[in-house]
């Protein structure tokens, strides 16, 4: 029955769009969509009541890292005399930092050194809010990212090109002050929607937010030692490894020294995929910011050829993996499987507790990937504002509108993605 409402809505939204561009009337078709808009929040609440904790998200408290904790005691607490304003720079990053590093909560995203890479690589306007109690400390922030586009539209993201974001705060109520004040940033400045990517879900009094929840995180806690996790690993993926290990692969793990190698395979990757690349210039900024002692690139040589990378990020005891790529041409050798052992032993010597596989669909082919190595699924809620009788957007590969686009990619030179791919992907959150 949802589905077929939104399905619905989403045609009438279609044929609003439609009949405002020829001159024609769209009243009618507005009031039905205002009917079907209340009949989609009224099974979504009815939902949120009964939802129970999908049994393949549910982890112990023990395997959960600190990104995913909520003090249920702050929940209550009040935020009078808070005042949010927009900042821009200068003495108040360092002071944005010390909050983020105070915060076990916090994600590496949070720092404001992402905030210098997403304006001077992409050119977006950035939305920093920070709460300041009564002495005009710090006491909550909310970093987000404008994007303008014709092809994708006009809307903000807390924050785009990452997993993580949304507000960081002391407690719950100024959570909400942040977000109020990100809502009227977005009116201002006629942003057609606001998506926030928090890893905890709303308390019901403060969610009047469209939700999706089709996104999970795939995380592994780690043992000890690397001859432990070799132990807890199936037969099948050690096998698998134990196969990679009989060609001539080679990894190596550095800085920008690594930058042509890792771009190079990462080019192939996407335009095979049919997804536009990032520019160089983007992973030289992350590998040359504050942050870098946190990054590492990864190469998989095979006679002394590239055959996969990766980008790492490690912050509060977890290792990221937010970008891998492998070429189609060494799939044979299993090479896949020798850069993730080899990486998650690089993550132990580092004592990491945690290694961050990235987000996934439920039951999907990366899913199925992570799963293998004994990562569990964390739920991530995905927030939307929306104005009156608009539908939750869709930027995504799973929209059939971009299948077409998809397929004519597949068949680009790689030079070429190259060349006009980052000015595409720049407005794909």
Known sequence: MLSELLDKKGSLSRQIGEAKRSGQAFEDLLDEMKQVSKQIKAIQSKEKVSRKPDSRVATEANNKPALFDLDDSQQDASCSNVVVKLVEGGHIASLWDQYVSSK????????????????????????????????????????????????????????????????????????????????????????????????????????????????VSMIRALPDSAETLWADLGTKVRAQIKKAQRYSLRIKFGKSELLDDFYHVFSVNMRDLGTPVYSKQF??????????????????????????????????????????????????????????????????????????????????????????????????????WLPEDTVMPELNPNNPKYQLLISVWKKLPVWFTQLIGPPIVKYLP
């Not at 009564?134 to 404008?146: D, R």
């Not at 090109?161 to 909400?176: H, P, Q, S, V, W």
């Not at 998650?344 to 580092?350: A, F, H, N, V, Y």
């Open 283 to 384: 992973f030289a900024r992350l590998i040359e910011s504050e942050l870098k002692e946190k990054m590492h690139i990864g190469i998989v040589y095979c006679d002394a050829k590239p055959v996969a990378c990766c980008f790492l990020m490690g912050h509060q005891k977890m290792m990221e993996i937010p970008w891998a790529s492998a070429l189609q041409s060494a799939n044979h050798m299993n090479v896949n499987m020798y850069m993730y052992w080899e990486v998650l032993k690089k993550t132990l010597q580092e004592g990491h507790r945690f290694f961050d596989f990235g987000r996934s669909s439920v039951d999907g082919s990366t899913y199925r990937f992570k799963k293998q190595w004994g990562a569990q699924a964390h739920q991530l809620y995905w927030y939307y």
């Open 104 to 215: 076990p909560n916090a994600s590496i995203y949070h720092f404001w050194a992402f905030k210098v890479v997403v304006t001077e690589a992409f050119g977006h306007n950035a939305v920093y809010l920070a709460a300041f109690d009564a002495e005009g400390s710090i006491c909550g922030i909310l970093p987000a990212v404008e994007l303008d586009s014709r092809l994708f539209g006009h809307f903000m993201v807390s924050l785009p090109f990452f997993t993580y974001g949304a507000a960081l705060a002391d407690n719950t109520k100024i959570e909400r002050c942040l977000y109020t004040a990100l809502f009227e940033q977005a009116t201002q400045r006629k942003a057609e929607h606001v998506e926030l990517r928090c890893v905890t879900a709303w308390p019901e009094t403060q969610n009047d937010c469209s939700e999706k929840l089709s996104k």
